[in-house]
């Protein structure tokens, strides 16, 4: 195969202008666009496997995969330019990546997999997600390669692979079809065998010599041999990986009970007489098989829901060059490089914008499909979609490192993170794996004792009626749901910890800045008691190392601000001060800490910010912020359910207890510093009280980490983006009712399946163990069992 010299030869990605790389392939010199496609491409060269390079497809460079199956477990994935594809750059030298597992069948694979990982030297968290198949896994590089991690997992069964949105579908589309043939085979076999049976069932075919019947039983047996050979393989290699971890799964019964009822009905047909079983084995690996089927299917919905923002991302962007520009794949995007967007098109890098002003469609992020006015100098997000002329910006994160991926990289930790409730349910299901095995060795000697001839058939019942897939599925497909119903409104979880906390949920807490109110602040009215000018360079010199939305238009009074070398100090919830010679000294803030150097000063409390030196009070700015349409909507609906609404402010008494009334907020807490407004969470949590706190400014960090569960908005700060729980990108302030009516219909469905999952088990296992139904129909309603739970939690993605 030979391909376009512009292009990768590889990843037949176009080639960046100044990339000199090059692979020897049939001893012909093969360009590639960058070190992490030569390092690859020489790894499948090395190894024997350029058979992957005839057989692609080079017309459809999309859908081509990156490795060829046999390199999927090798140190390929250990290369610094692989590894922008997939990991994360976290905080404190920590990488993080998400990893498909494949062959996952219950929750004893995820503890399995998880245990074996956090056993492992350098990994600080390993999660799986049951529901989506997703691992998320953090290390410390210098201690574990990812490569390392991949094959301890191949070493216990499991194939994991870092996790390619755009590969995704091709994976299910894979297993989609194994299932297909697998029950396809199945479920011919079963209508073979199942007539021959019914016909003897019920009286059909009566007076059979022993040649006919033995004659019908070997047919049977050619029918249900490949069932159980070949369709029920997926059974035995989990009871594999479970029995080598030394634990067990529900894998384990229902091997024993196929493989224990194929062994009897064998003997029996070497002796010609007995019981034979075929047709319950073919029936029951058929149900057992369109669960598992089913299952697969509802999974697949959660992940196109979990990754549906990335495979909507570009391939390729416009970079500009000395000489013009050119196209390049987004993987080639560095920090600083310029990309031009053509109207139309998918932002492919975190950006900021050179152009003058946009217009960008920022539904993917947010869910609000109302385009976004963009002027020069802000940030555009990699997703959003410039909605008319073209536009230039500059590039300040791509690939893994941009907001987008870190959106997707929190929603699989929310989707990884266990409440305490599916950590309860997964050692209930351990337990009772074990208790089936033992009910069912007391069954089988029972009937042994009693009717020799039923113990196996009545046994065979207890271990297929019992199988708990219903138990493990009652948690993960609930939460799942949740958490992508929240997605689609543009709310993002970080974990799972708001189905705890929303149980006993009676008090929430709102800052006012920016929550209650927009956060879009203007100055309405000025005090100057010097010259105009040197005041607005003063303010905004100050102002420029602030991170407090009010800082924003006191940074814009002039483009020619003072330049301070001495250092700024930030004093939290009070203001700026700084000393830049021995006889200056300034502060800029709220009215309180301006007090301290000014105690009998005649400061008007309806003014935000004060200006002052030493000697005397300089200027006094009242900046406006517009109070959020929806926030009384909000504060009504909480009240109406019972929950107590609390303002918590830094701002001034008169203006807290102002937005107080219009809101109609009984209690409010005004000129609160950071650790008052943390003393005060402290003494509501000391008191019994479950607090939620909504905030969104640098000063809500210690609040936001300290309530029981946190919310704050995409424009927030970083701090306290990284302090919340919940981020909400729709920037509506109804997101809290919301959060809180789908946690609590979460907990509701999640009770409804497990309490169904138990009471089916309980109920189920007495008739079976007297004997009161059949393996074939104990296959069926343990099937109904699962699929039921599973319809149950996909009402939360309808909703």
Not at 244 to 268: C, E, F
Not at 634 to 649: H, M, P
Request: overall charge negative; aromatic content about 8%; charged content about 20%.
């Amino acid at each position: 195969m030979k391909t376009n010299q512009s292009t990768c030869f590889h990843c037949l990605q176009p080639i960046p202008k100044g990339v000199d790389l090059t692979v020897t392939y049939q001893q012909q010199q093969q360009p590639v666009c960058c070190a992490g496609c030569q390092a690859v491409a020489e790894t499948i060269i090395e190894h024997g496997l350029s058979a992957f390079y005839k057989h692609r497809d080079p017309d459809k460079p999309q859908q081509t995969p990156i490795l060829p199956e046999e390199l999927k477990d090798l140190d390929v994935y250990d290369h610094p330019d692989v590894q922008k594809e997939f990991v994360r750059e976290l905080n404190g030298d920590l990488q993080q990546a998400a990893l498909t597992v494949s062959n996952l069948t219950c929750s004893a694979c995820a503890w399995l997999i998880e245990r074996e990982l956090q056993a492992t030297p350098g990994v600080e968290r390993a999660v799986v997600n049951l529901s989506s198949q997703r691992l998320q896994v953090t290390w410390h590089p210098e201690q574990v390669a990812i490569s390392d991690m991949i094959k301890r997992l191949a070493a216990i069964g499991y194939n994991a692979l870092p996790f390619q949105a755009n590969q995704q579908e091709q994976q299910f589309s894979r297993q989609r079809k194994g299932f297909i043939r697998r029950l396809g085979l199945a479920g011919l076999a079963t209508m073979q065998v199942m007539m021959l049976a019914f016909a003897l069932y019920f009286g059909v075919v009566s007076d059979l010599s022993d040649e006919t019947r033995q004659y019908i039983w070997v047919v049977s047996l050619l029918f249900a041999t490949p069932v159980i050979l070949y369709s029920a393989q997926p059974f035995y290699m989990g009871a594999m990986r479970a029995l080598q971890a030394r634990t067990l799964n529900m894998d384990v019964p229902v091997s024993i009970a196929l493989l224990g009822a194929y062994s009897a009905s064998l003997y029996a047909v070497s002796k010609g007489s007995g019981e034979v079983y075929f047709e319950s084995i073919s029936m029951f690996t058929f149900f057992l098989l369109s669960g598992r089927y089913l299952e697969l299917l509802a999974k697949e919905k959660a992940l196109r829901f979990a990754t549906n923002r990335l495979t909507l991302m570009p391939q390729l962007a416009t970079r500009e060059t000395a000489d013009g520009s050119e196209s390049v794949a987004v993987k080639q995007l560095k920090v600083g490089d310029v990309i031009v967007v053509n109207p139309g098109d998918t932002i492919a890098a975190d950006g900021e914008l050179l152009s003058d002003s946009a217009w960008v469609d920022e539904s993917l992020l947010s869910g609000e499909s109302v385009p976004n006015f963009k002027q020069q100098g802000q940030l555009l997000v990699a997703g959003s979609i410039n909605q008319q002329s073209a536009i230039r910006l500059k590039v300040t994160a791509a690939a893994q490192q941009t907001v987008l991926a870190g959106i997707v990289a929190l929603q699989d930790s929310a989707l990884a993170d266990k409440p305490k409730v599916q950590q309860v349910i997964d050692r209930v299901a351990t337990y009772f794996v074990s208790s089936i095995l033992v009910i069912a060795t007391i069954t089988f000697f029972s009937w042994w004792w009693i009717e020799p001839e039923h113990a196996l058939w009545v046994t065979l019942a207890v271990l297929v009626a019992t199988c708990p897939c219903a138990l493990s599925l009652a948690a993960p497909t609930a939460i799942t749901g949740t958490i992508h119903r929240l997605n689609r409104r543009g709310i993002l979880l970080k974990g799972a910890q708001v189905l705890e906390s929303v149980k006993n949920l009676d008090v929430v807490c709102f800052d006012k800045t920016g929550t209650l109110t927009e956060g879009k602040f203007k100055i309405t009215q000025r005090k100057d008691f010097i010259d105009s000018e040197q005041i607005n360079r003063l303010a905004a010199g100050l102002e420029a190392f602030s991170e407090h939305p009010l800082a924003v238009p006191l940074k814009q009074l002039t483009l020619n601000p003072r330049k301070f070398s001495a250092q700024v100090h930030n004093i939290p919830g009070s203001g700026l001060e700084v000393k830049p010679t021995e006889n200056e000294q300034y502060r800029i803030g709220s009215p309180a800490f301006i007090r301290e150097w000014h105690p009998d000063a005649q400061l008007d409390d309806c003014y935000t910010v004060v200006l002052a030196n030493q000697e005397q009070i300089l200027a006094q700015f009242r900046i406006e912020d517009d109070i959020r349409s929806d926030a009384k909507q909000t504060i009504e609906q909480l009240q109406a359910q019972g929950i107590r609404t609390i303002l918590v402010s830094g701002d001034s008494q008169p203006r807290v207890q102002d937005m107080a009334e219009k809101m109609a907020i009984e209690e409010a807490h005004s000129e609160q510093k950071p650790e008052q407004k943390l003393a005060l969470i402290k003494n509501l949590q000391a008191n019994g009280h479950t607090v939620w706190m909504v905030g969104d400014g640098l000063n809500d960090g210690p609040v936001l980490a300290q309530s029981h569960l946190s919310m704050t908005f995409a424009n927030a700060s970083d701090l306290a983006k990284t302090a919340a729980d919940v981020v909400i990108l729709s920037e509506q302030l109804t997101s809290v009712g919301e959060v809180i009516r789908s946690a609590r219909q979460s907990r509701a469905i999640m009770r409804q399946n497990f309490t169904w999952a138990v009471l089916y088990n309980t109920a189920i296992l007495p008739v079976a163990a007297f004997g009161l139904i059949a393996p074939w129909a104990a296959a069926l309603g343990m099937s109904l069992s699962s699929l039921l739970v599973i319809a149950n939690s996909l009402r939360l993605y309808r909703e």
